[in-house]
């Protein structure tokens, strides 16, 4: 073969490869030789905003209180979890045992408040309120109730709870009992002196806060007993020590003397009962833990600074 036989011979084969490689494969195993494909800047400018606000609603997600509704009515807990959509995440239980079993898995995951039926299977509202205040003391419980009674509210708020619902529930109180008991929580603030009492019943099970054993089991029986009569020798004999000794001990820890606590536990108490105007001062003095008007009025004067009904106008005109 002439020498312009073998130069064609090789200009033809080195045009097949040429042609094959622009060809796109399909075989197993290569890849495709198609050019990449660019998505368009229309395409990425309409997906990054959503994708910025799925990324949000997560974060806002995170952020919201933990809440638990207990009720055996299907249809009350759904209408809970609709309402709460945005303000409150919702775990569900359909009676008193399946509410433990949802306490003891979510109480160290910072659960922040329970939603508890008066009536329900397997265990009463009463049953599982004082398993909370005594096991989780640091998680506020709300009664729901369609009896409507006051006694019963009472009996509720004396019980431990921090405040009562009564069916039909209203959305806008139900939303305003949620921000209210979840706000200090989720905010992170530190408490006022009015609170300092709670807030060491909640320390004795906190183990970076430094306080005496016997000062710690004061603390948690105050912080479940506080609307009954407590005497200093009830508390000195919890903590294990002498009155004169618990006394210099308390304050010594505390910032304060155990009465002053109490006063400010139980105003704390009050103030809450007061945003609701079917009590009557009277009631609400009871409630948190007073036995006589004067003295509440005069206790209430000096930590807030006015008296009850004065408060009672303020928040309702607020």
Request: charged share 25%; with cysteine; net charge positive.
């Amino acid at each position: 073969m002439d020498q312009a036989s073998v130069l064609g011979v090789a200009a033809s084969a080195e045009e097949q490869r040429h042609r094959a490689s622009r060809r796109p494969y399909h075989g197993s195993g290569l890849p495709s030789a198609s050019l990449p494909r660019h998505e368009s800047p229309d395409r990425k400018a309409s997906t990054a905003p959503q994708e910025l606000k799925a990324m949000d609603s997560l974060r806002r997600n995170e952020s919201l209180p933990l809440v638990l509704v207990v009720d055996d009515d299907a249809p009350v807990r759904s209408f809970m979890r609709i309402s709460l959509e945005g303000t409150a995440k919702v775990v569900e239980a359909s009676d008193g045992e399946q509410a433990l079993r949802m306490l003891e898995q979510h109480s160290r995951r910072n659960l922040d408040l329970v939603l508890l039926d008066y009536v329900i299977p397997k265990r009463s509202g009463l049953e599982i309120l004082r398993a909370v205040r005594l096991q989780w003391p640091w998680i506020p419980v709300v009664i729901i109730t369609g009896f409507g009674s006051e006694d019963l509210a009472i009996h509720a708020l004396r019980a431990g709870a921090r405040d009562y619902l009564r069916k039909p529930i209203d959305v806008n109180q139900l939303r305003q009992t949620v921000v209210t008991l979840t706000a200090k929580r989720s905010s992170g603030m530190r408490p006022g002196p009015e609170i300092l009492m709670e807030e060491s019943a909640d320390a004795a099970m906190d183990a970076s806060r430094a306080v005496h054993r016997g000062i710690a089991r004061a603390l948690a029986f105050a912080g479940k007993h506080f609307t009954e009569s407590i005497t200093l020798s009830e508390l000195a004999r919890e903590a294990s020590l002498s009155k004169f000794h618990f006394c210099r001990l308390f304050h010594r820890q505390m910032g304060v003397s155990f009465r002053e606590c109490l006063q400010g536990l139980r105003v704390r108490r009050a103030r809450a009962l007061l945003a609701d105007p079917g009590l009557s001062v009277t009631e609400v003095a009871y409630a948190a833990g007073f036995n006589d008007l004067s003295h509440f009025d005069k206790v209430f004067r000096r930590i807030v600074g006015v008296p009850p009904s004065e408060y009672r106008k303020g928040i309702l005109r607020s």
